[in-house]
T-cell receptor, first 111, second 115 residues
């Protein structure tokens, strides 16, 4: 069964450093998303992406965040200068015409 | 932003018991989804509901999309130890065919099943 994959599974970084989180969505899906989940809290929407552009973004998704689909398979989330409060699980999701399917997540820890 | 009120926050039950959890909102949602999340992993889709009044089953799981479009429930029958996890409801206000499809999540129900 097709699934969304994410790398790395864990990332530890120093405050102020740039990180890039990678996702490979399900191959025939056209809509892509990033969500985050701070430990013990609910999943929060960050950004949606369709047709090579951002469709919608939340207030969390400030100028430090960017997304890119550099080729036909990868979808990346970049945090330019990480802050302590960026520590969370980051989930990529994709969908065709139905429901969203989530990846296993990247656990980001900012020290 | 939109809020989904999910209850109960946690449940501790005996193996074999049935479980029910629900989500309510003051706003209308056009799609309701139920996910399960195991520790350290991503949400796994259990059931998707697209029409008001829809009742859908997936094995021992049954979910319904409320007639008012402001609520949904999930039932698990004859629970087993592997049902342990956090169950999230998620709602969509846009149309499933649209490019915007951000999900609003509830805070989750932590289910513990005692063998």
């Amino acid at each position: 069964e097709p699934e969304v994959t994410q790398t790395p599974s864990h990332q530890v970084t120093q405050m102020g450093q740039e990180v890039i989180l990678r996702c490979v969505p399900i191959s025939n899906h056209l809509y892509f998303y990033w969500y985050r989940q701070i430990l013990g809290q609910k999943v929060e929407f960050l950004v949606s992406f369709y047709n090579n552009e951002i469709s919608e973004k939340s207030e969390i998704f400030d100028d430090q965040f960017s997304v890119e689909r550099p080729d036909g398979s990868n979808f990346t989330l970049k945090i330019r200068s990480t802050k302590l409060e960026d520590s969370a699980m980051y989930f990529c999701a994709s969908r065709g015409m139905g429901a969203q399917y989530f990846g296993p997540g990247t656990r980001l820890l900012v020290l | 932003g939109q809020q989904l009120n999910q209850s109960p926050q946690s449940m501790f039950i005996q193996e074999g018991e049935d479980v029910s959890m629900n989500c309510t909102s003051s706003s209308i949602f056009n799609t309701w989804l139920w996910y399960k999340q195991d520790p350290g992993e991503g949400p796994v889709l259990l059931i998707a509901l697209y029409k008001a009044g829809e009742l859908t089953s997936n094995g021992r799981l049954t979910a319904q999309f409320g007639i008012t479009r402001k609520d949904s429930f999930l039932n698990i029958s004859a629970s087993i130890p592997s049902d342990v996890g956090i169950y999230f409801c998620a709602g969509l206000q846009g149309s499933s065919g649209g490019s915007n499809y951000k999900l609003t999540f509830g805070k989750g129900t932590l289910l513990t099943v005692n063998p």
